[in-house]
């Protein structure tokens, strides 16, 4: 990760040099420290999985039964200041490459409350500034246990060495928040995306993995690695990213997110793995009533990679999803009901392997807060796909699958 980060390192210096030392710093006491411990059990049948290696959409498919290990996090928040912390998440996800990895790593100023202008800044390993789902301890997902198909790709494919900083201003009532952001280490985004397509599940990337891809068609074998790193820097490029926020009351928000990697298409590493130009944008909207949360999200974008032949580039994929979700509190926990629609539009060599596809998913959760930092999550996720090229595997090209979950969760 090289000179990012020197220059992550750098910001981070300069965020913590300019911070006030009036409050006094907590490094290791108890409350610097979380934890996260999220166990499975889980029932499903349809396609093996995406992460066994072939194109199954969820975590689990058929054969996957019984009880798992879905998540395990510790979650480090040292405070420097008042106004300058860090945050660096230590996280063991089942079927991953390495027992326990780096989940996200990075320093964070925000200035001090009671001015109409704010400013935030961090510099590190993270996610960008799109997810609207993931809220919780270790950038989790609260009231459910799959994220929405934007999410789930968010989780893969888009977590950044960079930095970033954000202004957010209020007026007359109403909120304005703008976010610029500079990165690396995100060249080979858009490659699970375009060989395996649209997923739904709780993975996050890890820094130091890899994930695998489904069995290449002969003209991509001989070109592409069998798996990719989410977090490789391949071609030396920065890329960035945007986001406006428009909050105009105090239950309703709105926000735009833009990005570019800047991929040069053509640089490739040791592994075989490739410099991928992809771009996207997502617009987001929440709606926070009394009895009612809705979330809805639309993203669409497009991933190119490779020298361009008769047939046109190596690899040319338009993608598009969009989900809405209500939750309401009930009883002792909340229940939540969504919906997604994904597509991908494959603009070249589809004689070869024609990686098009379009689906939908269904889902409904209810999360039981037995004590306070003790949850039981029950989930029910149906997923209906088409996709040409589960032909060449032998594969019908519709499948249908439902996975059935229950989460015990316990936060510390």
């Known amino acids: 990760m090289g000179k990012l980060t020197s220059t992550v390192v750098g910001t981070a210096l300069v965020l913590a040099s300019a911070s006030s030392a009036c409050a006094q710093a907590e490094l290791f006491a108890r409350d610097t420290f979380s934890g996260l411990v999220d166990l499975r059990l889980v029932a499903a049948d349809g396609e093996t999985s995406w992460i066994d290696g072939r194109v199954g959409k969820a975590r689990f498919g058929d054969g996957h039964q019984g009880l798992r290990l879905g998540e395990a996090a510790l979650v480090w928040n040292p405070r420097f200041s008042d106004t300058v912390s860090a945050v660096v998440v230590g996280e063991s996800q089942d079927g991953q490459r390495h027992l326990v990895d780096l989940g996200e790593g990075y320093l964070a100023y925000r200035s001090r409350p009671g001015s109409a202008m704010r400013l935030s800044a961090r510099a590190g390993v993270f996610y960008p500034p799109i997810s609207l789902e993931h809220d ?15 999410n789930t790709w968010v989780a893969e494919e888009t977590k950044v060495v960079g930095v970033e900083a954000t202004i957010r201003r209020t007026l007359a009532g109403q909120t304005f928040s703008l976010t610029a952001g500079g990165f690396k280490n995100g060249d080979t985004s858009g490659t699970e995306l375009t060989f395996r397509g649209w997923a739904l599940h709780d993975l996050k990337s890890p820094v130091f993995g890899r994930f695998p891809l489904p069995p290449l068609s002969p003209r991509m074998a001989v070109r592409q690695a069998p798996s990719t790193t989410p977090l490789a820097e391949i071609d030396g490029r920065v890329g960035y990213y945007g986001r406006v926020e428009w909050r105009p009351s105090s239950v309703l928000t ?3 997110f833009g990005s570019e990697n800047e991929g040069d298409r053509t640089s490739v590493n040791d592994y075989r793995e490739w410099s991928w130009e992809t771009r996207f944008w997502n617009l987001g909207m929440r709606l926070d009533l009394d009895a009612v949360a809705v979330k809805a999200q639309v993203l669409t974008g497009e991933t190119l990679m490779g020298y361009s032949n008769a047939l046109g580039l190596w690899a040319d994929m338009g993608f598009e999803a969009a989900y809405v979700s209500a939750g309401k509190a009930l009883g002792r926990g909340s ?13 070249t060599n589809k004689a070869t392997d024609n990686n098009a596809e379009h689906g939908w998913s269904g889902l409904a959760a209810y999360r039981w807060d037995v004590k306070p930092n003790s949850q039981i999550v029950f989930e029910a996720l149906h997923i209906d796909s088409f996709r040409r090229d589960r032909v060449r595997l032998g594969l019908a090209p519709r499948q249908s699958q439902t996975v059935l979950q229950t989460a015990f969760r316990r936060q510390f």
């Open 136 to 150: 919780g301890l270790d950038w989790s997902v609260p009231d459910t246990i799959t994220p929405s198909a934007i």
């Open 254 to 256: 709105f926000d735009l």
């Open 335 to 347: 229940a939540t009901v969504r919906y997604d629609h994904f597509s991908t539009t494959d603009r």
